[in-house]
């Protein structure tokens, strides 16, 4: 069965200073994966994902994520931490059933950035 | 163009009533979402529709009752709901099978939900 684990609840940084947010996954499967945004009282919005290809993928608002299978991660990285960038993100892996697109979720990162 | 929208924005509810949340997508998508999600949690997968035609239930209680009238709207009904049931509703779209298993869901803003 697929999950994810994110590693740290709460991370925190200072603006400018590289954003790390840690996500392991287990598959049975190649796995698909995706990252999550989730501003204060607002959905979801996907940042990037991992289907097959090139296993650094680029996303928006500068955040980036590489596929490691050796290491089974797919950690988000962003070198320089906005303000603007505080939210819970949430990395999640597609289903094993071809049938249908279920998203497992990971317990979710909550982002602090300090002034 | 992503946009998933959802209203109502805020609802505010009794025990005894009945109420809907709706959602709409024009981006073509064949498969939608309903989500629950708690404060500090991930999103709970409830329903799954997939060409108007629900596939998951992911064992709901029958307070909630899904809807897709077609393939742009998916509503929710709600009825004799609990104050448990207080959460935030999200809606996702996706392409649907055809995409295969790079498809890709999208979310709304979803409902905050209260049941007093």
């Known amino acids: 069965a697929q999950s994810v684990t994110q590693l740290g609840s709460h991370v925190s940084v200072s603006e400018g200073a590289l954003v790390l947010l840690r996500c392991n996954y287990s598959s049975s499967v190649p796995p698909y994966l995706f990252w999550y945004v989730q501003y204060p009282n607002q959905g979801l919005q996907l940042l990037l994902k991992y289907t097959t290809g090139a296993t650094l993928v680029k996303g928006i608002n500068g955040f980036e994520a590489e596929f490691k299978k050796s290491e089974t991660s797919f950690h988000l990285t962003k070198p320089s931490a906005h303000m603007s960038d505080a939210a819970e993100y949430f990395c999640a892996v597609r289903g094993q059933s071809r049938a249908t697109n279920k998203l497992i979720f990971g317990t979710g990162t909550l982002l602090a950035v300090q002034p | 163009d992503t946009e998933v929208t959802q209203t109502p924005k805020h609802l505010v509810m009794g025990m005894t009533n009945k109420k809907s949340l709706k959602c709409e997508q024009h981006?073509?998508?064949?498969?939608m979402y309903w989500y629950k999600q708690k404060a500090k949690k991930p999103p709970e997968l409830m329903f799954v529709y997939s060409y108007e035609k629900l596939s998951i239930n992911e064992s709901v209680p029958s307070r909630f009752s899904p809807e897709c009238p077609n393939s742009s709207l998916l509503n929710l009904h709600l009825h004799a709901l609990q104050p448990e049931d207080s959460a935030l509703y999200l809606c996702a779209s996706s392409q649907g099978r055809a995409r295969g298993l790079a498809d890709t869901q999208y979310f709304g803003p979803g409902t905050r939900l209260t049941v007093l």
């Open positions: 981006m073509g998508h064949r498969a």
